[in-house]
């Protein structure tokens, strides 16, 4: 008896070490250098690289930004790891010594928002806005889902992130002023996914995208629509904004917007086509893939043309019933 349970004592120290190493387990900081640029003044974004998260890039893959304004530092889409957060803060020390004052989560996707871990350890009542349809997702599952899915395709670089889920609803239509600056977020319907909002600064011209657009990469869609997608990047294109702030890609004018529209767009109109003369999918891809050069060389492409044709089709169906 004796023996088991200093068995048993054993057992159970070393599970309680295991659990708190592993808690303060922590992957290394962002290896590469990357630079917040000025893409009107005050505004300022990190474009991150194109390709998905991987053992190189440690998870970063989107484009942080933030806004300076007269009541401190508003950031969007901080990123997908708590490295990529704490990059992310040394880059806005570099030029401001303001606080940050909130935090905007476009879409539900992990990797535009997994460091808000990092700006609450820095900022613990900082407010966190998202969609409550991403609010209720994250809670649901998607938070864990993401954390799993970064360290596994970074080879556990992004290890000790946790989800940090936003903690204030918006939704279409709200207004939010720090000094001069205005942010008004737009939700029109599913687009991307069915979480997106966009934030619009009337006073610099200036619209956050998210991932209703990307600028040289395609990207998934998931659970969202796509004529959906193509209204929200039509309304964006109206809001009177001068500088398009893709979710992954280069910052740009209305090209910025119009060019994953017209790649939407154009799949739509031929599957349409396509599907009023009795095609399948299989057979109106061969019939568009020569339309679509402009996007062929996109990061993205290869593994998703197919799929959103596939996806459209279906969305066209289900609309015919
Ligand atoms: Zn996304």
């Known amino acids: 008896m004796n023996k088991f349970l200093t068995l048993l004592s054993t057992v159970i120290f070393a599970s309680v070490i295991c659990i708190t190493e592993s808690s ?18 005050n505004v300022y974004v990190i474009h991150g690289p194109l390709e998905l998260p991987n053992v190189a890039n440690q998870g970063f893959m989107n484009n942080p930004a933030f806004i300076l304004t007269e009541k401190g530092v508003v950031v969007v889409d901080p990123g997908g790891s708590l490295q990529i957060g704490e990059m992310l803060l040394a880059a806005i020390k570099k030029v401001s010594a303001m606080p940050i004052i909130a935090v905007f989560n476009t879409h539900v996707h992990g990797d535009h928002w997994l460091a808000n871990q990092a700006i609450l350890e820095q900022y613990p009542n900082v407010p966190i806005y998202g969609h409550p349809n991403m609010i209720e997702q994250v809670d649901n599952g998607a938070g864990k889902q993401w954390v799993d899915l970064m360290l596994r395709s970074t080879d556990g670089a992004t290890e000790g992130t946790q989800y940090v889920n936003a903690n204030k609803s918006a939704t279409h239509g709200s207004k939010y002023t720090f000094g001069s600056t205005v942010i008004e977020t737009i939700y029109l319907d599913s687009a991307h996914t069915n979480t997106d909002l966009m934030f619009y600064l009337p006073n610099q011209a200036v619209i956050f995208l998210g991932d209703n657009a990307g600028y040289g990469r395609i990207l998934r869609n998931d659970g969202g629509s796509f004529s959906g997608n193509i209204a929200a990047l039509n309304y964006a294109l109206e809001s009177g904004a001068n500088v398009y702030v893709p979710g992954h890609g280069m910052t740009g004018g209305k090209e910025a917007a119009s060019e994953y529209r017209d790649y939407l767009s154009l799949i739509l109109e031929e599957v349409k086509k396509g599907y009023e003369d009795d095609l399948s999918d ?30 459209i089709f279906l969305e066209i169906e289900a609309e015919d019933f």
Do not use: C, N
């Open 282 to 311: 299989f057979e109106i891809k061969p019939l568009l893939s020569p339309s679509m050069d402009r996007w062929k060389d996109w990061s993205g492409f290869e593994q998703e043309f197919g799929k959103h044709l596939s996806q």
């Open 24 to 41: 303060f387990a922590k992957g290394k900081p962002l290896e590469k250098q990357y630079d917040a640029t000025q893409v009107v003044k």
